[in-house]
């Protein structure tokens, strides 16, 4: 049993690696925050404050479901801590389950009856539950709804004359179109509506004709360039082509999912991705991620921003075009890229991925799931999902998933990274995140991978962020996640 000066020494260094803790997280470096937070707790397991702040750096990182834990732990050791309430329902809110959010900011408030903070964020999540409720009184049943897309005649709009913009001539979108498109963006001005429809038209006919799965041949002499998540990081997305030339038949990408969010120049971004695709199928191809989705655009930007730049129409038309995204490429039967990561259970062959019904939401488990949300991990085994969907994957599961598919590597993206990648799982899992200085504060740099045939060796070249116009990220995001970002 440990004497009483052993325990008062372990509170005290304790104390002072919080306090070390504090300053990494002001640093915005919330990973080495946590080490630190989980060093302290480790010495003074009973500090409910500890597991709170460790709460919010996990927020920061988007580990919902580890600052779920935590922030329970907290208010576990202590019930009349607020800031356990306080961070579980963020937590809880950034994940989309308002009811949940809303009962912990009710416990705020009982807790904190004259605090007008916990007075505002308890109106908006009131706000946001109340809307939540009316939207599912309303919504038409699945089998009854009509698609959006079938409402659409483009060629029935308008172009005002006095419009000024790229236009595109006929029905084919062509290099010189996008080029002056960007142009145009880059300028902070607007597409003309009747374009936009078209592109977006266009881009899900051709969607819609691929499998779940797609194979992708890249002859001897070529090479191919895997991008990350670009998350409406417009200015950056500019820089990458700057770097590594635009799309085209002979310089052929794929970009890896969460297109959109976050960043305030989504529209731009998905815009520009799907011109290219309607410019040439094999120029670009489009994997799904976990925020090409309606309950993610709801509460993180996109949706706003959709409804500011465009018209509410376009914000059921990108959800079901989202649909249509294939969830997982694999390149030259060697290389199977995905957004998330690998599955609960060892057997999964590419026929099953390939057979996926991929035509709706992303479910909350399954294989569709878990393609889109997994994360890998350092230990062997599986693991639950710091994210609070999913799970997370060890290179003992990486291994025997490639080989029971005859494949060598698997990059996916998904997660932020200081070098904008990271190599895990002995060489071969690669995560590759193209969005550098996410959300304007992680100071992360952003990377793509280039692969060359027949060898297919993995060519990563990482970047450093860009200047981009005074509009924060977040701009067009729910109020109550705006309180907490």
Request: with cysteine; hydrophobic share 40%.
């Amino acid at each position: 049993m440990p004497s009483m000066a052993a325990e008062n020494s372990d509170v005290s260094k304790a104390e002072q690696i919080k306090l070390q803790a504090n300053e990494a997280f002001k640093a915005h470096k919330y990973s080495q925050a946590i080490d630190l937070y989980t060093q302290a707790i480790e010495l003074n397991c009973e500090n409910a404050v500890y597991l709170a702040n460790r709460a919010l750096a996990h927020t920061k990182l988007e580990e919902f479901g580890s600052a779920i834990h935590d922030a329970s732990k907290a208010v576990e050791i202590d019930p009349k801590y607020s800031k356990g309430y306080y961070r579980r329902g963020a937590a809880y809110l950034a994940m989309g389950k308002f009811k949940e959010a809303l009962k912990d900011f009710q416990q705020v408030k009982r807790i904190c009856p004259n605090d007008p903070d916990a007075s505002k964020k308890l109106k908006e999540c009131e706000k946001a539950v109340m809307k939540l409720k009316f939207e599912e009184a309303i919504a038409t049943p699945s089998s009854e709804q009509q698609s959006v897309a079938e409402s659409i005649d483009f060629r029935t709009i308008d172009v005002e004359p006095q419009y000024g913009g790229a236009r595109i001539e006929g029905d084919v979108v062509t290099l010189e179109f996008i080029k002056k498109m960007m142009h145009e963006f880059k300028n902070q001005k607007s597409l003309h509506k009747r374009y936009a429809f078209q592109i977006v038209m266009q881009t899900r006919e051709i969607l819609m004709a691929l499998p779940s799965l797609v194979d992708v041949k890249v002859p001897d002499g070529k090479h191919f360039t895997v991008c990350g998540d670009i998350h409406g990081q417009f200015f950056d997305l500019l820089n990458i082509f700057e770097l590594n030339g635009l799309p085209s038949d002979e310089n052929p990408y794929l970009f890896n999912g969460d297109f959109v969010d976050r960043g305030s120049f989504s529209v731009e971004v998905i815009l520009t991705l799907f011109a290219f695709k309607c410019m040439s199928q094999s120029a670009i191809y489009l994997s799904r991620g976990n925020h090409e989705s309606k309950s993610m655009n709801k509460i993180y930007g996109f949706e706003g921003e959709v409804k500011s730049k465009l018209t509410d129409k376009f914000v059921e038309l990108f959800a079901q075009v989202f649909c249509y995204l294939p969830l997982a490429h694999v390149i030259n039967n060697k290389v199977f890229v995905v957004h998330g990561g690998l599955f609960s259970t060892d057997g999964v062959k590419l026929s099953q991925i390939k057979a996926i019904n991929r035509f709706c939401e992303p479910p909350e488990e399954g294989l569709m799931c878990e393609l889109l949300w997994s994360d890998p991990q350092s230990d062997p085994g599986r693991g639950p999902s710091k994210r609070g969907v999913g799970l997370s994957f060890g290179g003992d599961v990486t291994k025997r998933f490639l080989k029971d598919n005859n494949l060598d590597l698997i990059v996916r993206s998904h997660e932020v990274k200081d070098d904008g990648y990271e190599i895990e799982h002995d060489g071969k899992l690669i995560t590759v995140f193209s969005a550098p200085n996410y959300c304007d504060q992680m100071g992360n740099k952003g990377a793509f991978i280039r692969f060359e045939a027949p060898v297919m060796e993995p060519k990563i070249v990482t970047f450093s962020a860009v200047t981009h116009p005074d509009v924060k990220p977040m701009a067009y995001a729910s109020n109550f996640l705006r309180m907490f970002s």
